[in-house]
């Protein structure tokens, strides 16, 4: 049972830290500042961002590949675009998905936050889930005892059930909410 949970952890490791883009090897990095607590955070050329803006009653949403920062433009390749509308008696929405993603210059000034996806957490998120599909399907069907008149093995359930349950609480916990929320560095920001 551990050979294949440990395997399947694997495979999400690779596949996370793995992920070819069409963005060079040298990638450059950007800096950012943490929204929270402003700590400079560094995001290469090529990570998936969200960019969201807000102008009265409209939110408007733009996620791809970052490309490029510049003074005055954030450029990333667009493959997602969410407009929001909300009133007093209605709320409209449009969103679009780009088959083809597109390169799009983002003002800087018009930016209030922007978001991206952390893999540790990710990986973290991926551990809660194989754990609770381990309590929920796995422990119960390895604890049939066919040999025994009672038909079930609690030891044995609860030998697997405990780590499981301890690995689904501390993996959803931490991995629950994979995106972290940066803001543009106030150098960049004009006056």
């Not at 090897?25 to 929204?35: D, G, H, L, M, P």
């Not at 400079?40 to 920062?69: A, C, F, P, R, W």
């Not at 493959?79 to 009133?87: G, I, M, R, T």
């Not at 003002?107 to 754990?131: C, Q, R, T």
């Amino acid at each position: 049972m551990r050979l294949i949970v440990l395997t399947y952890l694997l495979f999400v490791v690779i596949y996370v830290f793995s992920q070819e883009s069409d963005i060079p090897r040298n990638k450059q990095k950007f800096e950012f500042e943490k929204y929270n607590n402003g700590k400079i955070k560094k995001l290469k050329q090529g990570t998936y961002i969200e960019v969201v803006s807000y102008n009265k009653d409209t939110t408007h949403i733009q996620s791809g590949d970052l490309i490029d920062l510049n003074d005055s433009l954030l450029i990333i390749n667009m493959s997602f675009e969410d407009f929001k509308l909300v009133k007093e008696n209605f709320t409209f929405s449009k969103y679009f998905i780009y088959e083809t993603p597109y390169k799009t210059s983002i003002p800087i000034n018009s930016i209030d936050y922007l978001s991206y996806e952390s893999k540790g957490l990710f990986v973290f998120a991926s551990l809660g889930g194989v754990s609770l599909f381990t309590a929920l399907i796995i422990a119960p069907l390895v604890s049939i005892d066919r040999s025994a008149p009672n038909n079930f093995n609690s030891k044995r359930y609860t030998s697997i059930m405990r780590p499981a349950l301890i690995g689904t609480a501390v993996g959803l916990t931490i991995g629950f909410d994979t995106m972290i929320k940066l803001k543009l560095p106030t150098k960049n920001k004009p006056h």
